[in-house]
């Protein structure tokens, strides 16, 4: 089996996202190792100046689960050569394309100085709940529709601009999932519950493996067979 390492700059989204991925690759095409450095509510300005105050903040996640350890960027940089990294914008600001920049061009600069081989990707979020009661909401409208449109025109422009092939669409799949089976797949309005974070562990699989069906699927507990068959049929008929 091939394997491949994806290393995750991100926040409480990218948490979510590599929540099952690693369990799930391993009967898919190939495996998947994810490392995710996490600090809530991370924007992409708050990494870059993470870089220039030489700080430690990042907890660190090996195939979705905590070390306990917290390091700084440079260190997961330095660890191993990363065949891929990610990058995302805060949720709040995921539908806003002027605060990607000038940050993610200054972020992608300083990892090619450690990673000059590594693949950029783009991980796409999703959108909040409708009902949730948030300030953060209201730049959207506190709609859940104009929040996903506003996060498609943003990371469009993003993947154009910076030439970026790759993208993991969680966000067009809590979408389509929520215009599918109902409004159910977030935690607390912004966070995915457990259904949630399969779904794009499914897309995130999917999105390294041509969208080719996994062999034998990663049942969680809490979950059933079938049930999980009809998410991953979801996800390839999403990712088409």
């Not at 990371?155 to 089976?181: C, F, H, P, T």
Request: overall charge negative.
């Amino acid at each position: 089996m091939k394997k491949i390492s994806v290393l995750m700059i991100g926040n409480s989204f990218s948490v979510d996202a590599a929540r099952y991925t690693h369990q799930l690759s391993l009967n898919s095409g190939a495996e998947i190792e994810v490392g995710v450095l996490y600090v809530g509510g991370c924007s992409l300005k708050q990494h870059v100046d993470f870089i220039k105050e030489g700080s430690s903040p990042y907890e660190w996640f090996i195939n979705g689960e905590s070390t306990g350890k917290y390091i700084a960027l440079k260190d997961a940089l330095k660890m191993k050569e990363w065949d891929y990294i990610t990058l995302q914008q805060v949720s709040v600001f995921s539908g806003l394309v002027d605060t990607f920049y000038p940050y993610i061009k200054e972020l992608m600069a300083y990892v090619e100085q450690y990673q000059p081989n590594a693949t950029f990707v783009l991980h796409k979020t999703w959108p909040y709940q409708n009902g949730f009661n948030n300030e953060n909401f209201a730049h959207y409208g506190y709609d859940r529709k104009t929040m996903y449109e506003c996060i498609n025109k943003a990371y469009d422009y993003v993947q154009k601009d910076l030439n970026i092939k790759i993208v993991i669409r969680s966000g067009d799949i809590i979408e389509s999932a929520i215009e599918k089976y109902g409004e159910h797949f977030h935690k607390d309005g912004f966070h995915l519950n457990e259904e949630g974070r399969y779904l794009v562990a499914l897309g995130f699989v999917h999105t390294f493996n041509n969208n080719e069906p996994i062999k034998e699927l990663y049942i969680p507990d809490g979950f059933n067979k079938d049930q999980c068959e009809n998410y991953e049929n979801f996800v390839v008929e999403t990712l088409k």
